[in-house]
């Protein structure tokens, strides 16, 4: 089958590409589910023979799969125990304008991100900023995209922030038998950052205005708590618009059961029972003044969630302290820290199954097997050298070149893979060209970590894709300016603080 070679391709190739932009063009022009869209597209891949059964299945056993399930039932917790609450009111603040909201946004996340795995910062921030957006009254797709970006961009400013530098400094001293510097890409790093941010805000207008399909039912999650209705109560056999109970100061009632969890409607007319359970959402202060005025009984979650809230958050510090010093893979820390919030009762099973979004982690499953194509069937090593072929002698068109078709290469497969395939190339093609290779390497590491243009580009923008209510196009956007203008940002400050020296 591979003995059919047309433009350079094998059948297999060919078979993958026309998959690839098939599946692009589905989610473009149509409104199908994304995650329905990719099991197709690994399901042709299956079929046709490009992968086997053990390749087409890889991406649901995707170690980065996993973890982001898992970060999901730890980020349950965090948000049941009120620690996002918290981190919204003390931290982010409330900034005046949608300019300074992003700066509050965008800066202390890349901050963690050049420390700590850019895919763990982004899960515990997806709740907090749809908490924060909110209060701002700003749409969260608005401030979401800046999430996953500022994520992305801080990873590059350090050597440990994100996979794809640790690959190609270890690759460069294997090569030359010199260590890179931990801070080599800091001044670069933060000088893009800088210009993303600028960036972001003067292209804010092309930010999608979505509403998360799920953002009705997240208004009586993130906020809710339990009150229960004592058999001594003085209210029973009222109407809950006669007790004042449909909407309250700093909330409202938005669930109601009566005796073993039987739920009945919201109701100005429904009768008040002894036993009965009414959530409220809102801020957690005001609505436990209820207590007082009309003798309602905190639930043991209400009661607890001081204790509750000091064990997430302990839960949360060990687990990002444990993985970052490399006491235990990121994996397994999440593991112990989800097991860890089910324990103390930081959530319940129900709360932790809920928060675990099934699309998402299928759409990801599904670019990570389409990734696996993708370097398999040789197209990106194939596109590269190609490229590399028409660019002449000009070192500076040779580096713009690689790193341009670096960043548009993890628009479709992951970083680190992206890190590893160009690493050669970039490194004899300084060689050849007589150059050390020490540049040229600094800025591929910064376009291999800035892919903006799609949803499957980094993990991170898929953690924000279904919080945001986002289309595939609502990324291209955006994405593509940002994609060139963090291209001319890191070609340019490279050649600033490393200039392009002779090999001796």
């Known amino acids: 089958m591979e003995t059919f070679v047309f433009l350079g391709f094998g059948v297999d190739a060919w078979i993958t590409i026309v998959t690839v932009l098939s599946m692009f063009s589905v989610l473009l022009f149509t409104k199908l589910r994304a995650d329905l869209v990719f099991l197709a597209a690994v399901g042709v891949l299956y079929v046709t023979g490009v992968l086997d059964a053990k390749e087409a299945f890889s991406g649901f056993s995707s170690a980065s799969v996993v973890v982001i399930g898992v970060l999901f ?36 996340v890349a901050l963690l991100s050049s420390f700590l795995s850019n895919t763990t910062v982004v899960a515990l921030f997806v ?79 092309l930010l999608p205005d979505r509403k998360a399909p799920e953002s009705d039912f997240e208004d009586t999650v993130e906020y809710t708590m339990e009150l229960l209705v004592p058999s001594d109560n003085k209210l029973i056999g009222e109407t809950l618009g006669y007790a004042g109970l449909m909407d309250v100061k700093g909330g409202r009632l938005v669930k109601m059961y009566h005796f073993d969890r039987v739920p009945v409607p919201i109701n100005a007319n429904e009768f008040i029972m002894g036993g009965d359970h009414l959530v409220f959402a809102g801020h957690i202060k005001d609505i436990l003044e209820l207590t007082k005025s009309h003798g309602l009984v905190a639930g043991e979650e209400v009661i607890n969630v001081g204790i509750k809230t000091f064990l997430s958050t302990v839960i949360m510090i060990a687990m990002v302290a444990l993985s970052a010093f490399g006491v235990m893979s990121l994996l397994q820390c999440a593991f112990i820290a989800a097991a860890a919030m089910l324990v103390c009762n930081c959530c319940n099973a129900n709360q932790a199954m809920k928060a675990i979004n099934w699309d998402i982690l299928m759409v990801f499953a599904g670019s990570v097997v389409l990734g696996l194509a993708i370097q398999k069937t040789g197209i990106a090593e194939r596109l590269a050298f190609g490229i590399l072929d028409t660019c002449g002698t000009n070192p500076l068109v040779v580096m713009t070149a690689i790193c341009f078709v670096g960043t548009f290469v993890t628009e479709f497969i992951s970083n680190t893979a992206a890190g590893a395939i160009f690493f050669p190339i970039m490194y004899e093609a300084a060689e050849k060209l007589g150059y050390e290779p020490y540049p040229f390497l600094i800025a591929l590491m910064i376009s291999v970590s800035s892919s903006f243009a799609t949803p499957i580009g980094s993990p991170t923008h898929m953690l924000v894709y279904g919080p945001g209510g986002y289309r595939f196009s609502d990324f291209m956007r955006v994405g593509l300016l940002m994609n060139i203008i963090i291209l001319a940002a ?15």
């Open 73 to 108: 039932v730890v980020v349950a917790g965090l948000t049941q125990t009120g620690v996002l609450q918290w981190i919204v009111k003390n931290l982010l603040g409330q900034p005046k304008s949608y300019s300074r909201a992003v700066t509050r946004l965008m800066l202390p």
């Open 127 to 205: 709740g907090v900023v749809k908490m924060w957006s909110k209060k701002l009254g700003i749409s969260p797709s608005k401030l979401l995209i800046p999430l996953s970006y500022a994520s992305g961009m801080g990873g590059v400013c350090t050597l440990i922030g994100t996979p794809p530098n640790l690959i190609i400094s270890g690759l460069y001293e294997n090569n030359t038998g010199e260590a890179m510097n931990v801070m080599a890409t800091t001044i670069p790093g933060l000088f893009c950052l800088a210009i993303g941010v600028l960036s972001i805000i003067a292209m804010r207008r």
């Open 490 to 504: 890191n070609i340019l400050i490279v050649n600033l603080i490393y200039p392009l020296t002779p090999l001796q």
